[in-house]
């Protein structure tokens, strides 16, 4: 079956960087773009930005374009999220969801567990 | 960018009772080219990911009960649970998916 299965909890200073994995199984890693969705505690979901398996060509939200990479290793069936200059407000739970679509339909049919990024000094 | 609102914004239904949320968009998510609602309805329960329910409006994911039905068309949709389980306490959201995705503020159902 479908699996997305991400890297643990972190904690970062302001000003810093992460770096969020995905490891997708059960499915064919190239079909199906992979995007990326937050969540603020309490909040609603907030979609990031998708990467095409295929290619690994990006695609980000206009509210952060410049302060997030998406990266593949295909060998590993991997998806990496990197957020730099955090700040308190980018506290939340990041989730990958794996697309309908080899192209991004935005529809988004399995989801990472989610990890929860805290950014505090 | 196409912004999604959802009415109410919490929801207490009796356990057997029917359970209606609403969701509208800012401009049709409807695509006459292939006649469809781009559309979804996800399910979070708490401590969870989110779930998707429903996709192209009414369209049913493997595996949902057929409580979970959708409705609508072009801005204003429905998503209605005919007989509210226990387990169906959970916020849902609504998102539209024919330009740069976007998700309703969501509807949290809990029992009454």
């Known amino acids: 079956q479908v699996q997305l299965v991400q890297s643990g909890s972190e904690l970062r200073k302001p000003g810093a960087s992460v770096k969020i994995a995905c490891e997708a199984s059960?499915?064919?890693?190239?079909?199906?773009?992979i995007n990326w969705v937050r969540q603020a505690p309490g909040q609603g979901l907030e979609w990031m930005g998708w990467?095409?398996?295929?290619?690994?060509?990006?695609a980000y939200a206009q509210g952060f374009r410049g302060r997030l990479v998406f990266s593949l290793d295909n060998s590993l069936s991997t998806t990496y999220l990197q957020i730099s200059s955090l700040r308190a407000e980018d506290t939340a739970v990041y989730y990958c969801?794996?697309?309908?679509?080899?192209?991004?339909?935005?529809?988004?049919?399995?989801w990472g567990q989610g990890t929860l990024v805290t950014v505090s000094s | 960018d196409i912004v999604m609102t959802q009415s109410p914004d919490s929801l207490a239904v009796s356990l057997g009772e029917r359970a209606t949320i609403n969701c509208k968009s800012s401009?049709?998510?409807?695509?006459?080219?292939?006649?469809?609602?781009?559309l979804a309805w996800y399910q979070q329960k708490p401590g969870q990911p989110p779930k998707l329910l429903i996709s192209?409006?009414?369209t049913r994911e493997s595996g949902v009960p057929d409580r979970f039905s959708g409705s609508g068309s072009g801005t204003d949709f429905t998503l209605t649970i005919s007989s509210l389980q226990a387990e169906d306490l959970a916020v849902y959201y609504c998102?539209?998916?024919?330009?740069?995705?976007?998700f309703g503020p969501g509807t949290k159902v809990h029992i009454k």
């Open positions: 969801a794996r697309d309908s679509e080899r192209l991004a339909a935005g529809l988004f049919q399995s």
């Open positions: 059960g499915y064919t890693f190239t079909d199906y773009a």
């Open positions: 990467i095409n398996t295929n290619n690994g060509n990006p």
């Open positions: 401009q049709s998510v409807f695509y006459s080219s292939n006649n469809k609602n781009y």
């Open positions: 192209w409006a009414f």
């Open positions: 998102q539209q998916y024919v330009t740069t995705p976007s």
